[in-house]
């Protein structure tokens, strides 16, 4: 693993524990709000990160790599099974839990933040994808040190979003779409 991977997930990963203990000290009933079933309703923080999401790759859709087709077809259908069932559940919890919505001074606010932050590098890399020779190499590069940007940083960020909103269902569905998702890209890349 390249420096620069480890630092971008070292510093992730210090941030959410730091969050975390913040939040576990502040907070001593934290535990009690995973619990709680969703309130339901229509999430805007959902609906801005969900386009955030399909934006993008629709308009990869339309500007995929050559070869993608044929790397497709040797997909592992278990990460591929992960991944559409983790798609889903996400696009669905993130959509109708009204949790999200609260915007309390919290040390759990951090987590939205930092998810609003990784989801911004995730425009930022396609960004810098749309500008790149559009190749199958350019489309699972690292971006700001994240390893397959592509698929790491929305799924990081939805896992932030699950402990925001005290979702353990958000963020199951968050693990098995990134062992999907990310399962998925990193085969790709050993094609490489």
Known sequence: MKKSNIIALGAL????????????????DILQSYKQLPKWGISMIGVVFLLMLFIPNIIWSKK???????????????FLALERAGEALVSILVLTDRRLDRFALSPRLGCLILALVL????ELYWINYFRSSRTLADMYSDYCGFPLAGASLPVFAVFLLGVYACNAFLIAASVILGIGHIGIHLMHKKEL
């Open 13 to 28: 990963t210090a941030a959410f524990i730091g969050l975390a203990l913040w939040s576990l000290s502040a907070d001593s």
């Open 64 to 78: 995929q790599p050559a070869g993608y087709e044929e790397s497709a077809k040797r997909e592992n259908k278990v």
């Open 119 to 122: 989801m911004i590098l995730y």
